[in-house]
């Protein structure tokens, strides 16, 4: 049988994986020989244990579904919103001088600035947390339309009024087409904000089910397995989402490049 040697192994794992895993493996030393001796360092078999075999562990993937769900209902809201308002600013002149420097301005507060005021307006619940996933998700894809419909070249605009076109077939057949690939990144940016929006809604305001209250609770009772289980969950829900956007684009647009 022929050996298979280190070098030849090492080049069979993607570039991008070599931080992580050698990471891991240091993560893995440390815990396995002693050296960092805390009950707040746990060891990686510790935390790939937790979210299957420990009752509280387990409590990750309901919370995992909640925030799921937030995020699917308040960034279509957002993603809505941002579309019609992106598009009547970017085709309006008044709208353009009218309303989009209010929203311009607004977008300049960081987001998680508007948690307190939200839940003097709406309270600590379901809402809340509903209402910021929208707004997290409202700024990227508001931008992006309204730059996009703005950057349609102007030979288009020429050619849609020599042939007299109504106006939804103007939209339909030469602003959108023209603005998608710029609608591409901010939907893409949208996703990502909408999904850390929502967890990062659910932690500051604690109560409820997701992924956020999941890691509070975890971190108010000193349990580290559990709140680094919900890290790794945080992180490869924003990977599986920014994956599946880039492959709906694809499917649904193929012509569209970024």
């Known amino acids: 049988m022929a050996e298979v040697s280190v070098p030849r192994i090492l080049a069979t794992v993607p570039k991008g994986a070599w931080v992580p895993l050698g990471l891991l493996a240091a993560w893995a030393l ?12 746990v060891s990686p078999l510790e935390v790939l244990r937790v979210p299957f075999a420990d009752p509280d562990g387990q409590e990750v993937w309901a919370a995992l579904g909640a925030s799921i769900l937030r995020v699917v209902g308040g960034g279509l809201t957002g993603v809505l919103l941002g579309l019609v308002l992106g598009m009547l600013c970017g085709l309006s002149r008044v709208a353009s001088l009218g309303v989009a420097p209010t929203i311009h301005t607004a977008r300049q507060i960081a987001v998680f600035a508007w948690i307190p005021l939200f839940t003097a307006w709406f309270g600590n619940g379901e809402a809340t947390k509903l209402v910021f996933t ?6 990227p894809v508001f931008l992006a339309t309204e730059r996009g419909i703005r950057s349609t070249p102007k030979a288009l605009e020429e050619v849609a009024r020599t042939l007299d076109l109504p106006f939804g ?27 850390i929006g929502t967890i990062g809604a659910e932690y500051a305001i604690g109560n409820g089910r997701g992924l956020g209250s999941f890691i509070a609770s975890a971190r ?39």
């Open 30 to 41: 440390a815990a396995g020989s002693g050296v960092a001796a805390s009950p707040l360092f």
């Open 169 to 195: 077939k103007r939209l339909l057949r030469f602003y959108l087409p023209a603005a998608l690939p710029t609608i591409q990144v901010g939907f893409r940016i949208a996703v990502l904000s909408a999904w």
């Open 220 to 258: 108010d009772q000193f349990r580290m397995d559990i709140v680094l289980v919900g890290v790794f969950v945080l992180a490869a829900g924003g990977v599986i989402f920014n994956h599946a956007c880039e492959r709906l684009f694809a499917i649904l647009f193929p012509w569209a490049k970024e």
């Open 134 to 139: 929208a707004l997290s998700t409202f700024f």
